[in-house]
């Protein structure tokens, strides 16, 4: 563990380096957003590319969200998830996985706890994965079974509110810190994920090591705001395993930890501009840009 971590804060993302390319800064797959949700792929995208996301796609199964994110996040790729007569979803993001070489994949928000989202899951986790976010209906799909994860093919971390935590765990998160820093790390322990509990007082525990995170506000008790959290989570991973990264130890535990305390960040800056009351999401985005490297 670093000495910066020790003091409480874990280390930025490092600079990347004076001739980098959008390939160096890390490819990430957006896979969230339904037609009820759309603006929860459109969160997720833009937070990963204001962290520092070289190049994000989003996968698109239904509309209005092929219209929505050329209009709000024109510089993402749109990959088609789209079901037809000849392919599923899950064919789908078969094919682009052969196609492409991503760096991390953010999955879940916004897309529906139905059983195409637990399909999709599952082909996804048949793949040899770059580091893999699970947040929201990718955790809600997973019906309280953590163990799941234990054969994903690539490193996981996933981000549970305290209400998702008790579902996996079949059992209520305790509010005091020490309860949630042992809810954290059990969740780690049975999905050997790196498990990010949000909530006052962040932690994250990959079962060994925990850290919580000091900084934050209620202006992101707000809908959204764990959406933006996936997107920084992804440009962060995306880019830990990055040469230019490896070489400085920037691993999948601090690059979380320190994407965590980003997105905090970037709720006290959104709290003292728009105030606790008047934040929303998109803001914490903005955060984001203004508040680290």
Same mark, same amino acid.
């Given at each position: 563990m670093s000495a910066a971590r020790e003091e409480g804060f874990p280390r930025p993302a490092p600079p990347p380096p004076i001739d980098a390319h959008? =390939?160096? +800064?890390?490819?990430?797959?957006?896979?969230?957003?339904s037609a009820s949700m759309p603006g929860a792929a459109v969160l997720v995208a833009r937070a990963a590319q204001r962290a520092g996301a070289g190049w994000v796609a989003v996968g698109v199964q239904e509309p209005p969200l092929d219209s929505v994110l050329p209009v709000a996040a024109p510089e993402a790729i749109q990959v088609s +998830?789209? #079901?037809?007569?000849? +392919?599923?979803?899950?064919?789908?993001?078969d094919v682009e996985f052969k196609a492409r070489a991503y760096d991390a994949v953010a999955f879940g928000p916004g897309l529906g706890a139905e059983s195409s989202t637990r399909e999709l899951l599952r082909r996804l986790l048949e793949h040899e994965l770059p580091p893999l976010v699970l947040d929201a209906d990718g955790?809600?799909?997973l019906f309280g079974?953590?163990? #799941?994860?234990?054969?994903? !093919?690539?490193?996981?971390?996933? #981000? $549970?509110?305290? =209400?998702?935590?008790? @579902?996996? +765990?079949?059992r209520t998160i305790p !509010?005091? $810190?020490?309860?949630r820093? @042992?809810?954290? @790390?059990?969740?780690?322990?049975?999905?050997?994920a790196i498990c990010v509990l949000k909530g006052h007082g962040t932690v994250v525990s990959d079962g060994q090591r925990d850290w919580t995170c000091p900084a934050g506000s209620p202006a992101m008790a707000t809908a959204g705001s764990g959406d933006v959290l996936s997107g920084v989570l992804a440009a962060y991973l995306a880019t830990s395993g990055r040469d230019w990264c490896a070489d400085l130890d920037f691993d999948l535990f601090e690059a979380t930890c320190s994407a965590v305390l980003r997105?905090?960040?970037?709720?006290?800056?959104?709290?003292? @501009?728009?105030?606790? !009351?008047?934040?929303?999401?998109?803001d914490l985005v903005e955060g984001v840009a203004r508040c680290g490297a």
């Open positions: 959008k =390939g160096d +800064l890390g490819r990430v797959w957006v896979i969230a957003g +998830l789209a #079901t037809d007569t000849l +392919l599923s979803a899950g064919d789908r993001l955790l809600n799909v079974k953590p163990e #799941t994860l234990r054969d994903a !093919r690539g490193p996981v971390v996933i #981000t $549970p509110h305290p =209400g998702e935590a008790a @579902r996996l +765990l079949g !509010r005091d $810190p020490e309860g820093q @042992r809810a954290a @790390r059990e969740l780690a322990r049975a999905s050997y997105h905090a960040q970037a709720g006290e800056w959104a709290a003292e @501009r728009y105030g606790v !009351r008047g934040t929303v999401a998109s």
